[in-house]
């Protein structure tokens, strides 16, 4: 008997899935159980469609995907998520495996690429597009020589995507004025007197 995977598909261009629909479904192996255009829709029935897999977009509209990833993971922790996009932005990329995606794929991946890929990542795999694979490689290509503490590298990462100091608190569960602390710090350590020259410095010395 054959165990059948139950696949959500979140997509905004009908045509694309409609497309994602049809190449899973063929195979007896995966059922997909519904498709949106929409995370609000999906999140709607999350629980109904039970799937053990969602493919998801990430410039969708009403939520973003990446928002979307992050309140799937929450009602459904056991989901795996696999992200199909256009984008081979860094920020998004890392933004959407931070959020919990096990893969990243582009849309111009072919559909015995996106097929393997379902496979992998339900045994457990990451898999991801050549050019994405490469961003994160690049990642981990950190200076290891930082004058910066682990906690001072994740206040700069947080800076660097545009976040407030008060959400930059939130996410690391510090108060603001600990926040304060880390960036006169940061600017001390890296000889720079504002956030431009702090940032500027970071990327060209491989610090985030």
Do not use: W
Not at 122 to 139: E, F
């Amino acid at each position: 008997m054959i165990n059948v995977t139950k696949i959500t598909v979140i997509e905004d261009n009908e045509a694309v899935k409609d497309g994602l629909a049809l190449i899973i479904g063929s195979q007896q192996r995966f059922h997909v159980v519904n498709t949106y255009t929409n995370c609000i829709d999906a999140l709607k029935n999350l629980k109904k469609d039970a799937p053990d897999l969602v493919l998801i977009d990430l410039e969708l509209p009403g939520m973003h995907g990446i928002e979307g990833i992050k309140r799937i993971l929450r009602e459904r922790p056991h989901t795996t998520i696999l992200v199909i996009s256009v984008h081979e932005d860094g920020k998004l990329v890392f933004e959407a495996l931070c959020a919990g995606a096990s893969g990243y794929l582009t849309k111009d991946t072919d559909h015995i690429r996106l097929l393997n890929a379902i496979d992998e990542v339900l045994s457990g795999g990451a898999p991801m597009s050549s050019k994405i694979a490469s961003l994160v490689v690049k990642s981990f290509q950190r200076n290891l020589n930082t004058p910066l503490s682990d906690r001072e590298t994740d206040v700069l990462t947080l800076l660097s995507r545009g976040k407030t100091y008060h959400s930059i608190a939130d996410e690391l569960f510090i108060s603001v004025e600990t926040v304060k602390t880390h960036i006169r710090n940061i600017y001390q350590k890296l000889h720079v007197t504002n956030k431009t020259e702090a940032l500027k410095k970071a990327v060209k010395d491989k610090l985030i």
